[in-house]
């Protein structure tokens, strides 16, 4: 009797969709009372911090851009997918405030619901692409400087919005709201897990964390090797490289790895463990929260690292502050004009100026193969000199 009130399975339906698992238990009883505090305080301060941080980052990669740098349309992807997290935001504290109580309807579950969980896989894939970018401009300069270029940055991103859409757009289809024998109206979560949504997370947790996490190993490898095999960088350049580089690899871990550890256990433990979806509640709701620090570290990491950056964002606000406070005065420059005429140095970390790399036809094959060695270490060092203090 003991073990049958300490995991108490509750036989109630979903709101109206006949998708279930394939044993009878249509809920187990998790106590939602854990992440009532915990995940409403930190999604407080994800707005607090990443709303005017990935505004400040949109802006300048929106720069980045207009100095034709394919880096800055990763970017600008990058800081929207952060937005529209960051707009679902408010609705979710509601949610957890309210005991896992979801009050707005089965549209808006789906909706917001949607937008929550894609963006840590449009993330994660922009992530890898910048590491990609940049691997390309630091070891290959010339051989793919031209694909590395504006038109081919916009494509690849209409590209993966594309897959990271239709990946996660099972979820539009099926009812996402279940309520619990407390009469809780639970929105996208659903315990134990169904086995379309348990096949479904595999998918997620290989292709959308595992595979692009290697790919930005190997890629900021394959920079570290570079930098090192260049003799005139300096000691002190290199170790901040390689710091950048790693910090790179721990903010996507740290961030989305707890989450796929254990949202890859739920999905393959075997059906109906009531035991182990409750002893797993807690720890998975705060592996979720983490996920969204990734908010609030992307702009940090890629645009406001580098000392020209934040000179330049500082220079924005106190342009942005004067023009508010000189509206009045005809003789003061408007904000707009300030922004467009002022300095601009948003090169982000490893990022690389669209410099022409022009090359004299000596007519000997010797000499061009020299002058193409020594341009190549010319290309290679101006990237480096980007991450410089």
Known sequence: ???????????????????????????????????????????IIVIV???????????????????????????????????????????????????????HGQESCKLFGFIFYTNIYVSIAFLCCISLDRYLAVAYPLRFAKVRRIKTAVLVS???????????????FHDELFRDQFNHTFCFEKYPMQDWVAGMNLYRTFLGFLAPWIAMLVAYRGILVAVRCNISTERQEKAKIQRLALSLILIV??????????????????????????????????????????????????????????????RALSALLSAACQRGSSSSPSHVDILNTGSVTMETPLSTKKQPCVYADGGKTSSYKTELVALKEECLQMTILSVKK
């Open 49 to 103: 911090l990443g709303l005017p941080a990935n505004c400040m980052a949109l802006w300048a990669a929106y720069m980045q851009v207009r100095q034709r740098n394919e880096l800055g349309i990763y970017l600008m992807n990058l800081s929207v997918a952060d937005l529209l997290y960051i707009a679902t935001l408010p609705l979710w504290i509601d949610y957890f405030l309210q005991h896992d109580d979801w009050i």
């Open 253 to 314: 871990l740290l961030c989305f790895g707890p989450y796929h550890v254990l949202l890859l256990v739920r999905s393959v433990m075997k059906p109906c463990d009531c035991g182990s979806e409750e002893s797993l509640f807690a720890a998975y709701h705060v592996s979720l929260a983490l996920t969204s620090l990734n908010c609030v570290a992307d702009p940090i990491l890629y645009c406001f690292v580098n000392e020209g950056a934040r000179h330049d964002v500082s």
């Open 158 to 172: 209409s590209i993966v919005w594309t897959i990271e859409i239709i990946a996660n757009c099972a979820p539009l």
């Open 1 to 43: 009797m003991a073990h049958t009130l300490a995991h108490t399975q509750t036989q109630t339906q979903s709101l109206s969709d006949p998708h279930r698992t394939m044993c009878n238990i249509s809920f187990c009883d998790v106590d939602s009372k854990v992440d009532q505090f915990f995940q409403p305080a930190l999604y």
